[in-house]
Nanobody
Framework: EMQLKESGGGSVEAGGSLRLSCTASGFTFDVPDMAWYRQGPGKECEKVSSIRTDGSTWSVDSVEGRFTTSQNNAKNAMFLQMNSLEPADTAMYYC??????????????????WGQGTQVTVSS
């Protein structure tokens, strides 16, 4: 059975850091490009970052320079190092395969209904 599990969320003050982990079981990231998503209170789900199988990464403008996406050598874990956190980063964070923009909202709805995600709360 293929599963993904997010962890590492928590409550921090603005300016703090957190490191999220996404652990895969039953498969590795050799084939799919992976991504982090988040949905803040009253906001639509958005893709935060992605990492391709060749290790190249992309980040949304709002986190560029603050968040770093990486994966381990075994390619069964992905990480999101979040520095200089801001209250606007408060959200439930999810990991999944890289989806096109038109399917991100539906993806987050599905992940939330399955009880996935790790909560990040940043206080001012």
């Amino acid at each position: 059975e293929m599963q993904l599990k997010e962890s590492g969320g928590g409550s921090v003050e603005a300016g703090g850091s957190l490191r999220l982990s996404c652990t895969a079981s039953g498969f590795t990231f050799d084939v799919p490009d992976m991504a982090w998503y988040r949905q803040g209170p009253g906001k639509e789900c958005e893709k935060v970052s992605s990492i391709r199988t060749d290790g190249s990464t992309w980040s949304v403008d709002s986190v560029e320079g603050r968040f770093t996406t990486s994966q381990n050598n075994a390619k069964n874990a992905m990480f999101l190092q979040m520095n200089s956190l801001e209250p606007a980063d408060t959200a439930m964070y999810y990991c999944a395969g890289d989806h096109t923009p038109s399917t991100v909202v539906k993806l987050c709805n599905a992940l939330r209904s399955w009880g996935q995600g790790t909560q990040v709360t940043v206080s001012s």
